[in-house]
Structures are given as structure tokens and as C-alpha cells.
């Protein structure tokens, strides 16, 4: 039996024969992990750390479910692959299973293997569909690192890789923080970020569009909550003008928002849902696109030219539907809601302490501190600075994500208050490196 590889060597032998993402080769200083459980993992050392971005905002039933982990094996040993165009019993039970919390007559399920495959088969849908080929985006948006969603994304990741797809037209977003619109209104939200909206669609063309594309609650772009009114007024906006709606869920689904989809909490219903992430609590690789009836019956009669050779993959399956139960039996949106204002509290309590925290966001056990150099200008704190309230939070074993002059707050569902609050004191530590940094 081979021994274990040690913590140097796991790094060095990773680093010299894998190629990483988003990164120069030379910086990348990976964390050896090789075992987890709850809320926490180990590296190859044994230091323990809280896992604070529960890895990718994907791993939210928490590390190590055995009845997750039983689900998977039981479905190796009985039928580890079978091509798409069969059927199967996971395929058959995953269906009304996840019908039961997709809202309205979201019905019908297209399965690949992750979040950036599930928006680009949205794509194909919405202009197959309508026969159109413009799609509106908004500039704080992440769809995924694929041809497509790459070219739905608004932020600089898209740069490198344009001039990608034809007919993306962007928008601004409905960013309360730093928004374009309401920065000057003593009163607050105008709401006129729809107007924004609708006078684009007339200068483009509805008859030209196709779909308006959104995260339901932008993640690594700054957390941003649409306001109330938002998300209703883009619906009535789609409905208006017969475009559809596109709704990516796959960082806010399952349970990440306190519901078990973001949209749950404005009661509306889009036309296209895409997910991943929560879907498996990232234990498989699985995302999905669910459908409208209105969609799914119109490709009853029309081919839909898209697939994927690991379509509706049972091993995938099975563990999205032992996920699901999981959450079901264990309460684990329930507790995402109950902790989310606790979490809330905690943010709020870190912006009246430190003055280099400009505002924290957050819904549910989705939260993001937004670091400033100066308060009133809201200038960003300088990476250079919030690189190192990160080293801090590493070297005390809290796992994070800081894109940016942003500290993300996405603890496993799982997470209780104890567990919490100890993740928080660190936070609390760390962010008075960033305080001398504040004018």
C-alpha cells in the first residue's frame, strides 16, 4: 500500500502537474486538505479550519453525510452509468422530487454537470424557443467560465475571453450600495433601475430579445439583494414585452438564501431556473436547468438540439436525491433561515465596530463584508490590505473567499450559533488589520 503523501509533498506534486483555475501558475499556494466533516476540514498537517465559504457556496448539508456518501456507492454497485438517452430509476425519482420545491410550473429538468452547463443549454433554450437571439445581462453578474456564460458575465473574468457570443446586451443592477441611480435620492430606492431597463429593451428591440438573464441574488460580484419591488417588476417587465425569464440560482439555490430558491422570498416565478452547487451539495458533479410547461410542451413538438454525454448521470442523480431528502428530513432551509439572522446580526455588529467595513450584505447564510478605504467617498480597500485580513483568517484556521475588497460569509446550512459566532470573533480579529488601513 502507498504511503501517505506528506503536506509538501501533496502541494508540490499538485503544482507541478496541474494546470489551476483563474490564477498565474507561480502564485498558487493551495491549502492540502484531505479530510472533512460538518463544517470544518483538515489539512495533510491537522490543522482544522471552519469552512466559512463552504468551499465553493456549495457544500451546504455540510462535509462527510454518510447517507449522501451511502447513496453514491449503492448506485456504483448497481448501475454506475447509463447513456442519456436511457432511463433510469434515479432518473425517475429525481423528477417529482425536485418539482416538489422548483416554484410554480417549473416541471421539466435538463441535467448536466454544473452550473456553466446549465446556462449555456439556457441559452439554447431561450433562442430556440422564441426564434430570438438578444439575451440581457447585467454587469455584476458571474454565469460561469464556458463559451456562453462567460459572455453572460458582466465583470472582468469576460475580458480575456471576448469577444465571445453575438446579441448579449448588459444593464446596470439594482445595487442599493453603490447604485447608479438612487446615489444622490435623499429618499432612497427609486426603483428606477427597471426604468433603465425597460428604456434598453426599447432601444434594442423586444421583438429582437429573447430573454433577460440574472442572478437572483448576485454572489461573487457583492451579494446583492434585489430590493423588494425588483424582481416583480422584471417579471411584469418579461411579461410586457414576451420576453422570458432567466433565473440563475446555482450559487442561491437550495437552501443558501433561508428558501429553498431565492426567488421564493418575491413570489415570483420565472421561466427558466438554472442550478448546480446545493443541488448535490457538490458531493457529484450535477447542475439542471427546470423548465416551464410552456417551454417543455413547445419541445414536445420541436427538436431541442443540445446534449451532453453525461446527461442525467445515475451516480450524480443519486446523490442529488439523497441530498435532497437529507434537507427535507434534517430541516436544513429552516435552519438556514434561522441562522441567516443571526449571521445578520453578527454583520451588523462588525459595521458599527470597524471603520473599514462600508456595509454588509446578506440573506440567509449568504453574507458579504465590503471592505472601504474611506466611508464617506466609499473608496475600496486596496487588495494589497484585505490580502492581509486574509492571511490572518487562514492562519487561524477560517476558510474564506475575498474577491476583491469583499470578505463572503457562506457557511455550510448546516452551521449552528456557536459555530457561528466562533467563525466571527476571527472575523472581528482580522478586520482590525483592515481598520488601520481606513481614513
Not at 440560482?249 to 426567488?263: I, S
Not at 466609499?378 to 470578505?407: D, Q
Request: charge should be negative.
Amino acid at each position: 500500500m502507498t504511503s501517505p503523501l506528506s503536506a509538501e509533498e501533496i502541494v508540490n506534486l499538485s503544482k507541478q502537474y496541474t494546470f489551476w483555475s483563474w490564477s498565474a501558475q507561480d502564485t498558487v499556494n493551495p491549502i492540502p486538505m484531505t479530510k472533512a466533516e460538518g463544517v470544518y476540514f483538515w489539512d495533510a498537517n491537522g490543522k482544522q479550519y471552519v469552512d466559512m465559504n463552504s468551499q465553493l457556496m456549495c457544500v451546504n448539508i455540510g462535509h462527510g453525510n454518510q447517507r449522501v456518501i451511502k447513496a453514491i456507492q449503492d448506485q456504483a454497485a448497481k448501475l454506475a452509468y447509463a447513456g442519456p438517452s436511457m432511463a433510469t430509476e434515479v432518473r425517475a425519482q429525481i423528477g417529482p422530487l425536485l418539482a416538489k420545491h422548483t416554484p410554480g410550473d417549473l416541471n421539466k429538468f435538463f441535467f448536466v454537470l454544473g452550473g456553466a452547463e446549465a446556462n449555456e443549454n439556457a441559452i439554447k433554450l431561450v433562442r430556440q424557443y422564441t426564434g430570438k437571439q438578444k439575451i440581457i445581462v447585467r454587469y455584476r453578474a458571474y454565469h460561469g467560465a464556458t463559451a456562453g456564460a462567460i459572455t453572460l458575465t458582466g465583470d472582468y473574468r469576460r475580458w480575456a475571453n471576448e469577444p465571445g457570443i453575438p446579441g448579449i446586451v448588459r444593464v446596470f443592477d439594482p445595487f442599493k450600495y453603490r447604485c447608479a441611480f438612487c446615489k444622490n435620492n435623499p429618499g432612497g430606492c427609486t426603483m428606477d433601475c427597471l426604468n433603465h431597463i425597460e428604456e434598453v429593451i426599447q432601444y434594442e428591440g423586444p421583438h429582437t430579445i429573447a430573454a433577460i438573464f440574472i442572478e437572483t441574488v448576485t454572489g461573487t460580484n457583492g451579494l446583492i439583494v434585489p430590493p423588494d419591488g425588483y424582481l416583480q417588476g422584471l417579471r411584469q417587465l418579461c411579461d410586457k414585452y414576451g420576453i422570458l425569464l432567466v433565473c440563475d440560482e446555482v450559487m442561491a439555490g437550495f437552501g443558501r438564501t433561508g428558501e429553498w430558491f431565492a426567488v421564493d422570498h418575491w413570489n415570483v416565478v420565472p421561466d427558466i431556473i438554472t442550478m448546480a452547487k446545493g443541488l448535490t451539495s457538490a458531493y457529484m458533479p450535477l447542475g439542471a436547468v427546470a423548465i416551464s410547461d410552456k417551454i417543455a410542451d413547445h419541445f414536445a413538438r420541436n427538436t431541442f438540439y443540445g446534449g451532453l454525454t453525461y446527461n442525467a448521470h445515475p451516480m450524480c442523480l443519486a446523490a442529488a436525491i439523497e441530498t435532497i431528502k437529507v434537507m427535507e428530513d434534517e430541516d436544513i432551509v429552516g435552519n438556514a433561515k434561522r441562522m441567516g439572522v443571526v449571521m445578520g446580526g453578527l454583520l451588523d455588529d462588525l459595521k458599527a465596530e470597524h471603520p473599514s467595513v462600508g456595509d454588509v450584505r446578506s440573506i440567509g447564510l449568504f453574507g458579504a463584508i465590503e471592505l472601504v478605504k474611506n466611508r464617506e467617498t466609499k473608496e475600496v480597500m486596496p487588495t494589497s490590505e484585505v490580502g492581509k485580513a486574509a492571511a490572518y483568517l487562514k492562519e487561524h484556521g477560517l476558510y474564506h473567499f475575498t474577491p476583491g475588497n469583499l470578505i463572503f460569509t457562506n457557511p455550510p446550512l448546516i452551521i449552528n450559533e456557536q459555530q457561528l459566532k466562533g467563525a466571527f470573533n476571527i472575523i472581528n480579529e482580522a478586520l482590525a488589520i483592515t481598520d488601520q488601513a481606513a481614513q
